[in-house]
């Protein structure tokens, strides 16, 4: 059985109505082992031949058999896994890849064929000592001479051990001496293969060729020593070819190398898309962190508010969507006046606030509100011991002058009310104005006994606040720390400080020395003197004068709700003080003064930070959801309005900037694929070489995704390491322009995502001209210059 059977083979090349007969039913056998010389002229069909034999060409009707084995059902990747596993080619023109060492280019047939590097590395070097190469193995192509490449080029054939070498015109660039050699090597090479030998020179024929075959018009004119004798007949297996990611990488990034310049100034241009967007994102994280900053300390003067009454949002603007236009209208028509409620009347709501509603606003996630302040109406009876004697106290900033003596001793109980409430976290622990407020003297409060004096950015405090805790000041004067600091003042419950008159109504006690020493009296104490750390942080949440705990009004409540007092007007309608008769509201409203209501007169929540605004506000709604309008709990937010106007803004501002430097990122794709469009045409030589050696079209196509994926990897990397450059001058200048530090700031995901997102749009834009070039004709590309 012969190793080659060619079996009534044509192949016709069409031009317009020209048809050219390249193989006009040819019919050949081929020994296993033997020289076979193929003369002929130019267009005579011995390189279409050669090519066939070799599966870089494919045959129009007939059959090509290998070892018995039929190839006309052959798939792509067969006819690659014989050109790689069977078949070594020698080219007129050498056809190395230049910008791999001699080492790599003799190395890829074995690369593609999956051969150990150590192996790989020995069958090499193996090859180039059996051609005369030792001393030149690790130089690149360009170091050698004409004969040397051609050494090299028949090492490549014979590295992989192939059965059947072809060479095509293989002394066709070479003097006459430099033949002999190499058709003496070839001749030497034909012992352990098949070798055919497409040439026109027939003294080198007659001179080395065991059988010389004359072809003319695509035919064979005479065989001098045609096959005759049976062989034993051998089984033909196949070993898939395939390229590794790095093998391809590798081959690009040489390839990419030796050219430096034009490398450089395609990764320039490519990164300037990522440049754009590197810097825009930089400064609209900076910008961004700054109004963050700012809605953080306007939020810490605008928490989100449940109080006994509200305006309902939703009906507000129900109404002013005119929901009684018709009837406005039938009225001016008729030239009538309408009476109706106004608008914030109708959207006024009274708040249910439960201790069903207080569980669920315990339960909130405290990553969401750290801090949420509840406040009791009820009101504190204060003593102060001034000069050994103790008096009447409170933390108001009304002018004491304002109103008679009598008429503050008759609603003593209401002294307290006017201090400012701080919110204490729900683990206990005091958050809140350790970040807003620095203390100036003494410590933060620790407890619910623990008060402070909170003055204003200039030192300031209110005259009034001093004069109702009773100390003796005029304008002007000026305290030390020390005589403020450490400030005691009594509570005094509602049992010892209420007397029952025999006419069964309440008056306040005159011992206040005995009242300041009951058991259940309270000490309060001024335990620091606090004041804003930044200008605009917190402004206004703690009005100047005296601050304490939430959690103090609860425990005055907690103490007077059950006091004998409160007991007796539960059961009046009129002032159990005064005598008076009372309407509902003033009722309640005496009732939670004394501390008879346990109704919270006020709810502040303070999310952990700005962002978190949205996810309370969407807990607070869910507890609404499926309840009736009287049962539904209305809050207030006041930051809503900054939130709206600030919160689209920076992105807004962001992704307009971002879509036009998308549009750099748009161009450098398109750029991208006409570079690797020219890269390709550049290489086409090398394609051909690549699939000669038995690289699949997947293994082409990896090879230019591989550039792509360099280029595209490189340029996203040089962008961003700009980009970060950049950042140095831009926040040089507007800290110069604006004041504001360190805006430009360069997250280190964002960072990632883009050199992420310029690679893969750079692959994109080289995967059709990679494609392309998969789809190049072998012998076509071979031909190329």
Known sequence: MPLLKLSHINKYYHVGDTVTKAQDDVSVEFRKQEFVAILGPSGSGKTTMLNIIGGLDRYDSGDLLIKGKSTKNFKDSEWDAYRNNSVGFIFQSYNLISHLSIMENVEMGMTLSGVPAAQKKKQATDALIR?????????????????????????????????????????GALDSETSDEIMQLIRDLSKDRLVIMVTHNPDLANKYADRIINFAD????????????????????????????????????????????????????????????????????????????????????????????????????????????NSNNKAAKNNQVL????????????????????????????KDAKNIAVSYGTGMNLLREVNG???????????????????????????????????????????????????????YPTKSTD???????????????????????KEGQKYNYKDLVGTKIKVVANDDYYTKLPTGNYVSG???????????????????????????????????????????????????KDSKVVAAQKKSDNNVMTGQKMDK??????????????????????????????????????????????????????????????????????????????????????MISIITYTSVLERTKEIGVLKALGARKKDITRVFDAETFILGFGAGVFGIVVAWALTFPINAILENVTGLAGVAVLNPTQAVILVIVSTVLTMLGGHIPARMAAKKDAAVALRAE
């Open 389 to 443: 004697k103790y008096k009447p106290v409170t933390f108001s900033t009304n002018d004491p002058d304002s109103s008679s003596t009598s008429a503050r001793a008759a609603m003593s109980a209401s002294t307290g009310m006017n201090g400012s409430v701080y919110p204490v976290e729900r683990n206990g622990k005091q958050s809140f104005l350790r970040t807003y407020y620095k203390v100036l003297s003494g410590s």
């Open 585 to 670: 509201a003033a009722r309640s409203a005496i009732l939670t003064t004394l501390g008879g209501d346990s109704t919270p007169t006020n709810i502040q929540i303070y999310p952990t930070k700005f962002k978190q605004k949205d996810k309370v506000l969407s807990y607070l709604d869910k507890y609404n959801q499926g309840k009736s309008k009287s049962n539904k709990v209305v809050y207030t937010d006041l930051a809503s309005t900054i939130s709206s106007m600030t919160g689209g803004i920076m992105d807004a501002i962001t992704y307009v900037l971002v879509a036009f430097a998308g549009i750099s990122l748009i161009t450098s794709m398109i």
């Open 510 to 560: 005159t011992d206040y020395s005995k009242m300041a020493a009951k058991a259940n009296t309270k000490t309060l104490t001024v335990k620091g003197i606090l004041r804003v750390k930044k200008s605009g942080n917190s402004d206004g949440i703690l009005t100047n004068g005296i601050a304490y705990s939430a959690n103090l009004t609860k425990d005055v409540l907690n103490a007077n």
């Open 218 to 325: 695509g035919q064979i004119q005479n065989d001098s020593n045609p096959f005759e004798e049976e062989q034993k007949q051998s089984d033909f297996s196949l070993n898939n070819t395939k390229m590794s990611y790095w093998t391809a990488l590798k081959l690009s990034y040489t390839n990419i190398r030796t050219k430096k310049g034009r490398t450089f100034l395609t990764v320039f241009a490519s990164s300037i898309g990522i440049i754009s967007i590197a810097v825009v994102l930089a400064l609209s994280n900076g910008f961004q962190k700054q109004v963050d900053q700012t809605q953080s300390n306007a939020l810490s003067t605008m928490p989100v508010t449940v109080s006994p009454t509200s305006n309902d949002p939703s009906a507000m603007s129900s109404s002013s969507s005119g929901s009684s236009d």
């Open 451 to 473: 008060i402070v004096l909170v003055v204003d950015k200039d030192n300031t405090v209110n005259i009034n606040a001093l004069k109702n805790l009773g100390f003796n000041v």
């Open 339 to 366: 009476a109706e409620k106004s608008a914030e009347d109708k959207a006024q709501h009274t708040n249910k606030i439960t201790t069903d509603y207080l569980d669920y606003l315990n339960k909130m996630p405290k």
């Open 131 to 171: 051609v005369g190469l030792k001393d030149q193995m690790y130089k690149q192509p360009n170091q050698l001479s004409g004969g040397q490449m051609q050494r090299v080029a028949i090492a490549r054939a014979i590295a992989n051990d192939p059965e059947i070498l072809l060479a095509d015109e293989p002394t």
